[in-house]
């Protein structure tokens, strides 16, 4: 079946450093990848959305490019706020708009 | 703001009691979705509907568990007979349609079984 692996369970750093989240998947089908945000006691919300091969999409500073090849959607950012700081999911539509999710990520920035 | 609204945003139910949410998806989402988020963070599908009808489910949520989204109500769900592995936040999506489009979350039912 469809998985999202994301290696890094917690990441800390200082605020305007550059930031990477890695974000792995296996499917079958043809891959639609997302990354949601989901701050402390919020709903998650659709940070950025890409099925089109190594294409950059970008939203509010952050950016991933999907590589169908290494089968990868990393999140990027150049410079992370405190405001950043929040849990980060990788999604992989599985039919019928179902996610699947990583494990997440919790980006924590400090001053 | 999220325009999926769950209710209620905390429940505590004892074990085996009933314990039921409901949701209103955002207006004109004929999808909805049910997701499990445990303590660690994970996330677990339940089930899907279009419209009225089930999409998809696990087999947990066809054995304790029920949801349903009748025309003109909430959708809701329920689990039977609440056990202490079911504390977690439940978490109510929508969208437009079945197919690659985006899909929106409410903030979610945090159930504590105690």
């Known amino acids: 079946g469809d998985s999202v692996t994301q290696t890094e369970g917690l990441v800390t750093l200082t605020k305007g450093l550059p930031v990477m989240l890695n974000c792995t998947y296996q499917?079958?089908?043809?891959?639609?990848l997302f990354w949601y945000v989901q701050h402390l006691n919020e709903a998650p919300k659709l940070l950025l959305k890409s099925s089109t091969d190594n294409k950059r999409t970008e939203h509010q500073g952050f950016y991933a490019t999907l590589h169908k090849s290494s089968s990868s959607f990393h999140l990027q950012k150049s410079s992370v706020q405190l405001s950043d700081s929040a849990l980060y999911f990788c999604a992989l539509n599985s039919g019928y708009n179902k996610l699947t999710f990583g494990k997440g990520t919790v980006l924590l920035v400090s001053p | 703001n999220s325009k999926v609204i769950q209710t209620p945003r905390y429940l505590v139910k004892g074990q085996g009691q009933k314990a039921k949410m409901r949701c209103i998806p955002e207006?004109?989402?004929?999808?909805v979705f049910w997701y499990q988020q445990n303590k660690n963070n994970e996330f677990k599908f339940l089930i899907n509907f279009q419209n009225q009808e089930v999409l998809q489910q696990i087999d947990m949520t066809e054995k304790r568990f029920s949801a349903e989204c009748p025309s003109n109500s909430p959708c809701s769900l329920e689990i039977q007979s609440s056990e202490a592995g079911d504390s977690a936040l439940y978490l109510c999506?929508?969208?437009?349609?079945?197919?690659?489009?985006?899909?929106?979350f409410g903030k979610g039912t945090r159930l504590t079984v105690v």
């Open positions: 999506a929508s969208s437009l349609s079945s197919i690659n489009t985006e899909v929106f």
């Open positions: 499917t079958t089908y043809s891959p639609f």
């Open positions: 207006k004109g989402h004929p999808v």
